[in-house]
């Protein structure tokens, strides 16, 4: 059995991963909340007692893992904004950095060593596969990767970082392209899309699961072996709008360029070593025709 410890399971990936995990009956699966946590986003199955609240102190931290002892940490918390403010930048700095740094620190002052799995984004690697950040939000992901691969050489942390893109499935509030293309169908409403030749690369959330769940088997140390892609197909933009066309089975209304991008943008992300033993399973047309119903 496993102590398995989840931040960010809020999140649409933390949420589906969860109820994965939570199936199992097998493991004792424990959350991290905030205040701000909405409730209606966690999965269904947690015992009330296996949520743990964050006060932004390191004394909640100590509580939460003094009573979890975990043997298997998912970090998923995050927060993106794609430009920075004066009023975001603190809680972009407290959930993409320095919340995982206390997390570790109160690991190291526990003296517990476990499998950690990190999060990240493809946009850490804005030039030619170096961590070269695309916008603070990656930055910031950047600087607490590095700080995780210090902190799992002192404290002998078992850390594995999985490199995230686009996904899709059912029950997705994210505002991003494929549930607002998914509204603007159901409602008979235009699209306003960005350029037909940006590249994305999307998975089903059912495969990123599954590729969350097989992570927790590898125990690699070395930060230049730990870094994994969770990457599916990859269409440009145009492509992909032909594709829905061809399933809904009638032209969209399509305005490109309504939704600006900044003059430095990702046209074609970045991919590296793939998580290995880890293959897709739902291919984007099954997966679309299913979640555009």
């Known amino acids: ?4 410890l989840i931040t960010g399971a809020s999140s649409f990936l933390g ?4 109820k994965a995990l939570l ?3 097998t493991n004792q ?3 991290i909340i905030r205040d701000q946590t909405l409730e209606t986003r966690l999965a269904d199955g947690f015992l009330k007692s296996n949520f743990h609240a964050y006060d932004g102190t390191l004394n909640s931290l100590r509580k939460t ?3 979890v002892q975990p043997t298997l940490i998912y970090n998923l918390s995050s927060l993106y904004m794609r430009d920075t403010s004066s009023e975001n930048i603190e809680a972009m700095v407290e959930s993409n950095f320095l919340f995982g740094l206390k997390l570790l620190e109160v690991l190291k002052e526990k003296n517990i060593k476990c499998n950690f799995i990190n999060f990240g984004t493809y946009s850490q690697y804005f030039s030619e596969g170096d961590n070269y950040s695309f916008n603070m939000y990656s930055g910031l992901k950047n600087s607490f990767t590095e700080a995780l691969n210090l902190y799992s050489e002192d404290i002998g942390l078992n850390n594995t970082n999985l490199i995230l893109y686009d996904s899709y499935g059912p029950g997705d509030w994210r505002p991003k392209l494929l549930p607002l293309v998914r509204q603007a169908i159901l409602q008979n409403n235009r699209i306003s899309l960005s350029e037909p030749d940006i590249i994305i690369d999307i998975t089903h959330i059912d495969d990123v699961v599954n590729a969350c769940i097989l992570a927790k088997e590898k125990q690699i140390l070395t930060a230049s072996e730990n870094v994994f892609c969770v990457s599916g197909e990859r269409y440009k933009i145009s492509q992909l709008m032909e594709l829905i066309e061809k399933i809904v089975g009638k032209k969209l209304a399509l305005k490109w360029g309504e939704y600006s991008l900044p003059d430095k943008k ?3 992300p970045w991919i590296g070593n793939k998580l290995p033993g880890w293959t897709r399973k739902i291919d984007l047309e099954e997966g679309l025709r299913s979640y555009l119903q």
Do not use: F, G, Y
């Open 1 to 4: 059995m496993e102590n398995i």
């Open 15 to 18: 949420n589906r991963l969860s």
């Open 23 to 25: 199936s199992t009956k």
């Open 29 to 31: 699966v424990h959350a």
């Open 65 to 67: 893992i003094d009573h």
């Open 266 to 268: 990702i046209k074609d």
